[in-house]
Nanobody, 114 residues
Framework: QVQLVESGGGLVQAGGSLRLSCAAS?????MGWFRRAPGKEREFVAAVSGSAGSTYYADSVKGRFIISRDNAKNTVYLQMNSLKPEDTAVYYC??????????WGQGTQVTVSS
């Protein structure tokens, strides 16, 4: 397992942008972002994995969010553009192997006002 520290959440108006960062204490095969909105279950947002840095997105954020990874810093970023009120949630960083995610961050709040 690794330790994960997230940053970059906050309050933004609809249509605005935010960038989340997640620094890991070590290198992992896969890193991703999940979110949990009030009254809803946690859902997958985006992930980056493997040496080639393959990326994956939920349909709800495709075309608006961009995930990237700095391997030298063991850090993953989530650039969120064209934010909508329905993007409001606690966002969690996760790290894992080919078998799945094994480490989770503490979460960072993102609030999008209409």
């Amino acid at each position: 397992q690794v330790q994960l520290v997230e940053s970059g959440g906050g309050l933004v108006q609809a249509g605005g942008s935010l960038r989340l960062s997640c620094a890991a204490s070590g290198r992992t095969f896969r890193m991703g972002w999940f979110r949990r909105a009030p009254g809803k279950e946690r859902e997958f947002v985006a992930a980056v994995s493997g040496s080639a840095g393959s990326t994956y997105y939920a349909d709800s954020v495709k075309g608006r969010f961009i995930i990237s990874r700095d391997n030298a810093k063991n850090t993953v970023y989530l650039q969120m553009n064209s934010l909508k009120p329905e993007d409001t949630a606690v966002y969690y960083c996760a790290a894992g192997s080919t078998a799945g995610y094994h480490s989770w961050g503490q979460g960072t709040q993102v609030t999008v006002s209409s």
